[in-house]
């Protein structure tokens, strides 16, 4: 078995520190030292076989001591006679673990978060506690943070964007770019009324904490040319806001979704129709368009696992939508076209219909390959001309 060496006894307490444990004793955490340490030694039968080998490891070991503390063992042997070996290892005080991985610095620098914390936010030493290694890294722009923290607790639901606020040492960007931490820094702060939890994760950040939402946007395109909404002659791309969008009443019964753009600006004429830009994951912006679940919708992705658990996405919002030219047969006809998927969807998708999910099930078990796709780019126009009558 191997014997514990002075590497092994720096690796025990770096763990600790990984864990967070030696910085959260300076912010009021539990106490981790003294503590004693695995230690590894030699047995009776090694003591005796193995000498020269016991006697290089108590030199190592007392070499290193200082930082860490021996207890000693006396044995006796019939051969050897009576002899000192190392019976355990201790680290007495959180400053001598620190030396020994050489975070005294970083332990330093922590304090000083602390301190500076319990001065402007003293709410937040019990998250810096409980995350310490993360309010270490964000040491930078911790004072920032708490600045935005202060200036919500000021200002509870302000109703403005998040670019809008009156904080001129803070970059709206590291705002937008630390939401996640924003998020749980405000529910430890924030009153209960100026927080609507109905909101969560990332994208829910400006509701919750009562932030304007920039308006989504919803990128048309409308294929019969006898349905116009702006003058003849011009372009019938069109971008409205998703509330704009959900206000039309647009005389067609054919909506076609498709997520690559020039397929999207490439669409042939349809009478009756309009063609979508899609989103890839999410189409909250589509939902609250009421009107679309009286048309029939059309969705072309990829096929590949991704472009199927899109189309199972789509249609928890729209349950009647249709998949085309995402089929086994447009797959193996544009077989020298296929792509590798990097990171292949493995969950279950509940929505797809027989057809559909067989051939999910046939790439993700790589029945033609590894993580083979086709990109919907890839298809040729004359199979989408081909097909479309047939919808």
């Given amino acids: 078995m191997k014997w514990t060496t002075p590497k092994d006894i720096k690796t025990q307490v770096q763990k600790l520190w990984n864990r967070g444990l030696l910085l959260a004793a300076l912010s009021g955490g539990?106490?981790?030292?003294?503590?004693?340490?695995t230690l590894k030694g030699p047995n009776s039968?090694?003591?005796s076989e193995r000498f020269p080998d016991v006697r290089d490891w108590i030199t190592q070991l007392n070499t290193a001591a200082g930082l860490y503390r021996i207890e000693w063992r006396r044995v006796k042997h019939r051969v050897l006679g009576a002899n000192e070996i190392p019976a355990e290892i201790w680290i007495d005080t959180l400053e001598d673990a620190l030396g020994l991985i050489g975070r005294r610095s970083a332990a330093e620098q922590f304090t000083a978060l602390v301190e500076f914390t319990g001065k402007k936010r003293p709410e937040?030493?019990?998250?810096?506690?409980?995350h310490p290694l993360r309010a270490l890294d964000l040491a930078e722009d911790w004072p920032q943070l708490l600045a935005v923290v202060t200036w919500l607790r000021k200002h509870p639901r302000p109703e403005i964007y998040l670019r809008q606020m009156d904080l001129p040492a803070v970059h709206t960007k590291l705002i937008e770019g630390y939401r996640g931490v924003l998020a749980e820094l405000l529910d430890l702060v924030l009153p209960e009324q100026a927080i609507d939890a109905r909101h969560t994760g990332i994208g829910g950040f400006c509701r919750r904490?009562?932030?304007?939402?920039?308006?989504?946007r919803i990128r048309f395109r409308i294929l019969d040319p006898n349905v116009r909404l702006l003058p003849a002659g011009s372009d019938q791309d069109i971008t409205l806001?998703?509330?704009?969008?959900?206000?039309?009443?647009?005389?067609?019964?054919k909506v076609y979704i498709t997520e690559n753009e020039i397929n999207f600006l490439a669409?042939?004429?349809?009478?009756?129709?309009?063609?979508?830009?899609?989103a890839g994951y999410g189409f909250d912006n589509l939902a609250a368009a009421g009107w679309l679940?009286?048309?029939?919708?059309?969705?072309?992705?990829?096929?590949?696992?991704h472009g199927?658990?899109?189309?199972?996405?789509?249609?928890?919002?729209?349950?009647?939508?249709?998949?085309?030219?995402?089929?086994r047969r447009t797959l193996l006809d544009h077989r020298p076209l296929w792509g590798v998927e990097v990171n292949p969807e493995t969950t279950n998708l509940e929505r797809l219909n027989a057809e559909e999910g067989a051939l999910f099930d046939q790439l993700r078990q790589n029945d033609w390959g590894d993580r083979i796709r086709l990109e919907q780019e890839r298809i040729g126009f004359n199979f989408l001309r081909d097909v479309l009558p047939q919808l």
């Fill in 308 to 327: 199927f658990a899109i189309l199972n996405q789509l249609r928890g919002v729209f349950p009647h939508a249709v998949s085309f030219l995402m089929d």
């Fill in 293 to 305: 679940q009286q048309k029939a919708i059309y969705y072309w992705g990829d096929i590949d696992t």
């Fill in 30 to 37: 539990a106490p981790v030292f003294p503590r004693r340490l």
């Fill in 45 to 47: 039968r090694e003591l």
């Fill in 209 to 216: 904490y009562g932030f304007l939402d920039k308006p989504s």
């Fill in 241 to 253: 806001t998703q509330d704009s969008f959900a206000s039309l009443a647009l005389p067609v019964s």
């Fill in 267 to 278: 669409f042939p004429d349809v009478p009756d129709a309009i063609v979508i830009f899609g």
């Fill in 124 to 130: 937040l030493i019990l998250w810096m506690t409980k």
